[in-house]
């Protein structure tokens, strides 16, 4: 009997989609044989056709953002400017590959020169997540094939509807069936294409703990590209700021957008002891009016429910573990629905907490740090093993300089959110939060390698030193 993998609507716990798990090997062997004949196309053929995909995307905006709130139990508002990401990667992508990977030539004498070309790796592996089924892979996909790569996507096995529609997009777009693959499946699969001999390299985004068993997986084999786009424990300071109201709703849409399941999230808000109450009573006013509900719930709810029962309660322990060591909760974390992952948004109070956990709890969960002096914030927005976002909401350049200066992070934010990176700068961080491989804008960089060359149009050579007299 084939293995089937099904997909459910979180929300609903309907069954929405299935199809059998695939083979790694096969996938991967048909992208062998597609890469060639795309790799030679031009540039320019390569970009028209997923300008086409663009196109396509647009003709259904609508059906791809009820296929992703289905799958992921987000509200439609918000899969709907999944969508307008999807589309603005094309050119965003195109604009980045002629940027970074530009083809030059420095001229020498008797014609001869140097030049500068790059070359695509091959068959690249791309394991998507759930959390942006659609753009974050589309992210590693475009450019990767802009450069000249194929592709064997395999998407989160949470998500495989959402991964099937967008690489049906690309095939009606035109771009070859045997240069993009799909690869349903679980955490099985992912294993044997990430550690496939006929792939050329892989590009993930997810969990730390699946980035760091990739490092590890990858660290025998130089010979091939990873790129890890991973998750972030990301501090908000709020300090001296002279808008407490737009504070807190910048602190919530950076805590709660997304159901808390984005890498960039603020989880850690931190602000100055005996300065800080009118700002907390300020977010757990919006807290309490925040709506959750269905994608298609009317009024809009702010923020659906979590991927799954297991996510829902995984965020819920950790809630708990926190009072357990003594947080005070000021709004408390909860399950709606015991058969269902929806969630209230929490905002706990840890500044007694000893030893807090340096982790990704990945949900709407909001933990505040009280601080005595701005050196003590920076101090402990970098108390973390991680480096994805931060950001600084204050009315102060100096203060602002002070924190660009010393924050370690790979996103560094001032008066805005610290999610809603855009997609036309590079989107990385350092620390457990990548390997200095940074993708939006710059996943140009790890889609193609430089190639030089020293040119001459005719055969020229003589050794002046160091050879015996032809006559002697």
């Given at each position: 009997?084939?293995?089937?993998?099904?997909?459910?609507?979180?929300?609903?716990?309907?069954?929405?989609?299935?199809?059998?798990?695939?083979?790694?090997?096969?996938?991967?062997?048909?992208?062998?044989?597609?890469?060639?004949?795309?790799?030679?196309?031009?540039?320019?053929?390569?970009?028209?056709?997923?300008?086409?995909?663009?196109?396509i995307v647009r003709g259904k905006k609508d059906e791809f953002a009820a296929l992703i709130s289905s799958e992921t139990g987000k509200p439609l508002w918000e899969t709907a400017t999944e969508i307008d990401a999807v589309m603005n990667k094309v050119d965003i992508s195109a604009d980045a590959y002629f940027e970074r990977t530009p083809s030059r030539n420095k001229q020498g004498a008797l014609n001869e020169q140097n030049a500068l070309r790059h070359k695509p790796h091959g068959?690249?592996?791309?394991?998507?997540?759930?959390?942006?089924?659609?753009?974050?892979?589309?992210?590693?996909?475009?450019?990767?094939?802009?450069?000249?790569?194929?592709?064997?996507?395999?998407?989160?096995?949470?998500?495989?509807?959402?991964?099937?529609?967008?690489?049906?997009?690309?095939?009606?777009?035109?771009?070859?069936?045997?240069?993009?693959?799909?690869?349903?499946?679980?955490?099985?699969?992912?294993?044997?294409?990430?550690?496939?001999?006929?792939?050329?390299?892989?590009?993930?985004?997810?969990?730390?703990?699946?980035?760091?068993?990739?490092?590890?997986?990858?660290?025998?084999?130089?010979?091939?590209?990873?790129?890890?786009?991973?998750?972030?424990?990301?501090?908000?300071?709020?300090?001296?700021?002279?808008?407490?109201?737009?504070?807190?709703?910048?602190?919530?849409?950076?805590?709660?957008?997304?159901?808390?399941?984005?890498?960039?999230?603020?989880?850690?808000?931190?602000?100055?002891?005996?300065?800080?109450?009118?700002?907390?009573?300020?977010?757990?006013?919006?807290?309490?009016?925040?709506?959750?509900?269905?994608?298609?719930?009317?009024?809009?709810?702010?923020?659906?429910?979590?991927?799954?029962?297991?996510?829902?309660?995984?965020?819920?322990?950790?809630?708990?573990?926190?009072?357990?060591?003594?947080?005070?909760?000021?709004?408390?974390?909860?399950?709606?629905?015991?058969?269902?992952?929806?969630?209230?948004?929490?905002?706990?109070?840890?500044?007694?907490?000893?030893?807090?956990?340096?982790?990704?709890?990945?949900?709407?969960?909001?933990?505040?740090?009280?601080?005595?002096?701005?050196?003590?914030?920076?101090?402990?927005?970098?108390?973390?093993?991680?480096?994805?976002?931060?950001?600084?909401?204050?009315?102060?350049?100096?203060?602002?300089?002070?924190?660009?200066?010393?924050?370690?992070?790979?996103?560094?934010?001032?008066?805005?959110?610290?999610?809603?990176?855009?997609?036309?700068?590079?989107?990385?961080?350092?620390?457990?939060?990548?390997?200095?491989?940074?993708?939006?804008?710059?996943?140009?960089?790890?889609?193609?390698?430089?190639?030089?060359?020293?040119?001459?149009?005719?055969?020229?050579?003589?050794?002046?030193?160091?050879?015996?007299?032809?006559?002697?």
């Amino acid at each position: 009997m084939t293995d089937m993998l099904i997909s459910n609507n979180p929300a609903t716990g309907e069954a929405i989609w299935e199809a059998p798990v695939g083979d790694a090997d096969a996938e991967v062997s048909a992208a062998r044989g597609g890469w060639a004949e795309w790799a030679a196309r031009s540039s320019t053929y390569r970009i028209e056709a997923l300008r086409r995909f663009a196109n396509i995307v647009r003709g259904k905006k609508d059906e791809f953002a009820a296929l992703i709130s289905s799958e992921t139990g987000k509200p439609l508002w918000e899969t709907a400017t999944e969508i307008d990401a999807v589309m603005n990667k094309v050119d965003i992508s195109a604009d980045a590959y002629f940027e970074r990977t530009p083809s030059r030539n420095k001229q020498g004498a008797l014609n001869e020169q140097n030049a500068l070309r790059h070359k695509p790796h091959g068959v690249l592996a791309v394991l998507g997540p759930f959390n942006f089924p659609a753009h974050l892979p589309n992210g590693h996909i475009v450019p990767a094939l802009i450069a000249g790569n194929a592709i064997v996507f395999k998407p989160s096995e949470k998500t495989p509807a959402t991964g099937a529609f967008l690489v049906k997009c690309y095939h009606e777009a035109g771009v070859p069936e045997n240069v993009v693959r799909l690869l349903v499946g679980g955490p099985e699969q992912g294993k044997e294409l990430a550690g496939h001999d006929g792939i050329d390299g892989l590009l993930f985004t997810g969990s730390v703990r699946g980035g760091v068993a990739l490092h590890k997986q990858f660290g025998p084999r130089p010979d091939k590209i990873l790129a890890l786009e991973l998750g972030g424990n990301n501090p908000l300071i709020v300090w001296d700021s002279p808008d407490v109201y737009a504070s807190a709703t910048i602190a919530v849409q950076s805590a709660y957008m997304t159901a808390g399941q984005r890498c960039t999230a603020a989880r850690r808000l931190i602000v100055e002891d005996g300065k800080h109450e009118e700002l907390i009573d300020a977010i757990r006013k919006i807290v309490e009016r925040i709506i959750v509900g269905p994608p298609d719930a009317t009024p809009a709810p702010f923020m659906g429910c979590v991927i799954d029962n297991q996510s829902a309660e995984a965020v819920t322990d950790g809630f708990l573990d926190l009072i357990m060591k003594g947080g005070n909760p000021i709004s408390h974390l909860r399950r709606i629905e015991d058969d269902k992952p929806f969630l209230t948004p929490g905002l706990i109070d840890v500044t007694g907490v000893e030893n807090r956990p340096d982790e990704e709890i990945f949900g709407p969960l909001l933990q505040i740090i009280r601080v005595p002096d701005f050196s003590s914030a920076i101090a402990e927005a970098n108390n973390t093993r991680f480096g994805l976002s931060a950001s600084l909401l204050s009315g102060s350049p100096e203060l602002y300089n002070r924190f660009w200066g010393n924050i370690r992070a790979g996103i560094v934010n001032w008066n805005k959110p610290t999610n809603g990176a855009s997609s036309a700068a590079p989107f990385g961080g350092i620390g457990l939060s990548g390997n200095h491989r940074p993708s939006a804008y710059y996943a140009a960089d790890y889609c193609a390698y430089p190639v030089a060359s020293a040119e001459a149009p005719a055969v020229r050579a003589s050794i002046g030193v160091g050879l015996k007299d032809p006559q002697s």
